[in-house]
T-cell receptor
Framework: GENVEQHPSTLSVQEGDSAVIKCTYSDSASNYFPWYKQELGKRPQLIIDIRSNVGEKKDQRIAVTLNKTAKHFSLHITETQPEDSAVYFC???????????FGKGTLLTVNP | DAGVIQSPRHEVTEMGQEVTLRCKPISGHNSLFWYRQTMMRGLELLIYFNNNVPIDDSGMPEDRFSAKMPNASFSTLKIQPSEPRDSAVYFCASMMGGDTEAFFGQGTRLTVV
């Protein structure tokens, strides 16, 4: 079955609002949780990641929170801008060989 | 380093033809992944290699798909025979292993007519 479930599949916000995307994972052995951003027609690129020894990590307007007990982690984007519009993917690499599978993705649209 | 390099960038082929996609990972990276991306199915992992050895090919859709990694600097994904439903963007990615960033190539847009 799926290792990672991602919600919502689409998200539309007004410029300046916050956006939150949530992922749940199944393998309790996972300890690294990256988020990738894919702009239209481009390749996915890492924007932020978190390891299981911390509960939150911030990088300017982007933050990721992790709840290992509940097995979920979330991406938070504050003060959204039109250039934040993209598809966002979460992942929870698992196994000793780090099988890198992604959630289904969230299409974020920031309306000016 | 120029990053992960994929070729060709675009491929249009007729149904039944053989298609070969190529990938050069970043030097020093020991994990390589092949993905297929479509609107309906998202970013699907097809197969991945660790130190040139195929670890998990459970995502390969059927026997028409095969992948090889003869050395640390080159991998191929082959579809034979191709079908219209194989039309998608195929990405290759490499990483140093473990909990590190995966770097994607620019992708190959495959169209089978």
């Amino acid at each position: 079955g799926e290792n990672v479930e991602q919600h919502p599949s689409t998200l539309s916000v007004q410029e300046g609002d916050s956006a939150v995307i949530k992922c749940t994972y199944s393998d309790s052995a996972s300890n690294y949780f990256p988020w990738y951003k894919q702009e239209l027609g481009k390749r996915p690129q890492l924007i932020i990641d978190i390891r299981s020894n911390v509960g939150e990590k911030k990088d300017q307007r982007i933050a990721v929170t992790l709840n290992k007990t509940a097995k979920h982690f979330s991406l938070h984007i504050t003060e959204t801008q039109p250039e934040d519009s993209a598809v966002y993917f979460c992942a929870a690499p698992r196994g000793s060989n780090y099988k890198l599978t992604f959630g289904k993705g969230t299409l974020l649209t920031v309306n000016p | 380093d120029a990053g992960v390099i994929q070729s060709p960038r675009h491929e249009v082929t007729e149904m039944g033809q053989e298609v070969t996609l190529r990938c050069k990972p970043i030097s020093g990276h020991n994990s390589l992944f092949w993905y297929r991306q479509t609107m309906m199915r998202g970013l699907e992992l097809l197969i991945y290699f660790n130190n040139n050895v195929p670890i998990d090919d459970s995502g390969m859709p059927e026997d028409r798909f095969s992948a090889k990694m003869p050395n640390a600097s080159f991998s191929t994904l082959k579809i034979q025979p191709s079908e219209p439903r194989d039309s998608a963007v195929y990405f290759c990615a490499s990483m140093m292993g473990g909990d590190t960033e995966a770097f994607f190539g620019q992708g190959t847009r495959l169209t089978v007519v």
